[in-house]
C-alpha cells in the first residue's frame, strides 16, 4: 500500500472508532462535552488537559496521544465505556459547573481544585449515586452548600475549602454514612454546626464565621472522630465536659474563637487517645483546669492569650507526655512548678506574659517578661499576687 493509502484506512478507522461504533456511554460524552462548554475557552490554554478534550475522539478511546490526554478516567472492562473520574488540572480554568455532570451516574471522583470555578455549587451533583469524592478546593464558588448534598450515600471525602460559600451548613449532612474527612475551611460559612455523620473522622471548618456554642447534639454519636479543627471562628459560650471525651478524639483546634468557659472531665477509666489541643486566643476566664494533667498521651497544649487566673497545677509538671505547653499572654500567678524545668521533661513553650514569680530564667519557658506588677495587682482586685 502507498502510504497515501495508509493514511486513507487510517483516517476511516479512527472515524469508525469515533463516531460509527462510539466506545463510551453517548449520555457520558454529552455531560463531559457540556462540562468543558461552561468553561470560558479564553481559559482552557491548549497544552491544559482541557485543551486536549478534542470531542472528534472518543474520551475513552486508548492510546492517548493528542486528545483527552488527562483529566478524565474511564472504565474501560465494561461496554460502552463509562466515565469514573473526572480531575482536572490546577490551569486557571474559570466557568461555571454544569449540572449536566450529573448525568455521568458511574462518576466516583470529581476534583476541580485549584481553578476559578465560579457561582453555585449545582444541587443536581446530589444525583450521582456512585460519587466518592468531591474536590473543589481554592475556587470561588459562591451561594450555600446544597441540602441535597445529603443524597451522596457513597460520598467518603468532601472537599470544599477555599471558596466564598455562605449560609448555613444543611442538616442533610448527618445522612452521608460513609462520610470520613469533611473540610469547609476558608468560608463565610455561619450559625452552629448540625448533627455530624456518624462515621466521620475528621472535621475541618477552619476560619468561617460559625457561632453559638459548641453543642453536644452536633457530636452525639460521633464516636470516631479523630481531628476536630474549628480555629477562628466565632464560637462562644462554655465548652462543656463531654468534649474532650469523645472516645477517639486525638487532635483538637479551637483556637481564635470567643469561648469564654471551659470544662475538663477526667477521661473514663483514664484512657484517652487525645494527643494535640490548642484554644489560645480565646476568651477563657478561671482556673487552669487540672484535670488536663489526667489525660495520659496528651503531649501539646495551648491556652496561650486567654484570661486564665491562679497558678498552674502541680500536676501538669509531674506530666512525662507534655512536650508543649503554651500558657503565655494569660493572667496566672504563683511559682510554675517545678516538673516543668527538670532536664528530663524537656518541655517547650512559654509561661511569659503572665503573673508568675520565680519564672527560671534559666528556661526559654520564662524568656518572655511577666506583666507588669501594677496590671497584675489590677487584675487581682488589689490583693497581692501571690
Ligand atoms: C480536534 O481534532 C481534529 C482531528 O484530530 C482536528 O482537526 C481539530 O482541529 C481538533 N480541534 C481542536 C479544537 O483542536
Ligand atoms: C460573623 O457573624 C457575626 C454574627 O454572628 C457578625 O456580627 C459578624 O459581622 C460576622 N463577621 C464576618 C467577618 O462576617
Ligand atoms: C490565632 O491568631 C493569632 C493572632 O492573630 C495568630 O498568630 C495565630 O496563628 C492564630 N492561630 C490559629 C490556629 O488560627
Known amino acids: 500500500m502507498s502510504s497515501f493509502t495508509k493514511l486513507f484506512f487510517l483516517f476511516f478507522f479512527v472515524l469508525s472508532l469515533s463516531s460509527l461504533h462510539s466506545l463510551t456511554l453517548p449520555s457520558d460524552v454529552a455531560a463531559l462535552q457540556a462540562f468543558k462548554s461552561t468553561v470560558k475557552p479564553a481559559t482552557i490554554l491548549s497544552y491544559s488537559c482541557l485543551g486536549s478534550w478534542n470531542f472528534t475522539s472518543d474520551p475513552c478511546a486508548s492510546p492517548r496521544i493528542t486528545h483527552f490526554m488527562c483529566g478524565v478516567n474511564c472504565d474501560t472492562s465494561i461496554t460502552p465505556f463509562r466515565v469514573i473520574q473526572i480531575t482536572l488540572d490546577p490551569a486557571g480554568y474559570s466557568g461555571t459547573l454544569s449540572p449536566m455532570i450529573s448525568k455521568i451516574s458511574t462518576l466516583v471522583v470529581l476534583d476541580l481544585s485549584d481553578n476559578n470555578f465560579f457561582g453555585n455549587i449545582p444541587s443536581l451533583l446530589s444525583s450521582l449515586p456512585n460519587l466518592q469524592t468531591l474536590t473543589l478546593r481554592s475556587n470561588s464558588f459562591s451561594g450555600s452548600i446544597p441540602p441535597s448534598i445529603g443524597n451522596l450515600k457513597s460520598l467518603v471525602s468532601l472537599d470544599l475549602s477555599h471558596n466564598s460559600l455562605s449560609g448555613y451548613l444543611p442538616d442533610s449532612i448527618v445522612s452521608l454514612s460513609n462520610l470520613r474527612r469533611i473540610d469547609l ?109 489526667s489525660y495520659p498521651v496528651l503531649s501539646s497544649l495551648s491556652l496561650r492569650y486567654n484570661r486564665l487566673r491562679g497558678s498552674i497545677p502541680a500536676e501538669l509538671g509531674k506530666s512525662e507526655r507534655l512536650k508543649r505547653l503554651f500558657l503565655d499572654g494569660n493572667f496566672l500567678n504563683g511559682s510554675p512548678p517545678k516538673g516543668l524545668f527538670s532536664s528530663k521533661g524537656g518541655v517547650s513553650g512559654s509561661l511569659g506574659d ?24 489590677q487584675a487581682y482586685g488589689g490583693k497581692p499576687t501571690s
Do not use: H
Not at 476536630?228 to 483538637?252: D, K, R, Y
Open 354 to 377: 503572665n503573673c508568675l514569680r520565680n519564672c527560671p530564667v534559666s528556661s526559654d519557658l520564662c524568656l518572655k517578661l511577666q506583666k507588669p506588677t501594677s496590671i497584675c495587682r
Open 185 to 293: 475551611s476558608y468560608n463565610k460559612l455561619t450559625g452552629s454546626i448540625p448533627k455530624l455523620p456518624l462515621n466521620l473522622l475528621e472535621l475541618a471548618i477552619k476560619a468561617n464565621n460559625l457561632s453559638g456554642s459548641l453543642s453536644k447534639l452536633t457530636f452525639d454519636g460521633a464516636g470516631q472522630l479523630e481531628v476536630i479543627e474549628l480555629s477562628e471562628n466565632s464560637f462562644s459560650g462554655t465548652l462543656q465536659g463531654w468534649f474532650f471525651l469523645l472516645p477517639s478524639l486525638q487532635q483538637v483546634n479551637l483556637a481564635n474563637n470567643s469561648l469564654r468557659f471551659i470544662e475538663i472531665w477526667k477521661p473514663a477509666n483514664g484512657k484517652s487517645d487525645l494527643v494535640a489541643v490548642d484554644m489560645g486566643f480565646n476568651k477563657i476566664e478561671g482556673n487552669l483546669p487540672v484535670n488536663f494533667a
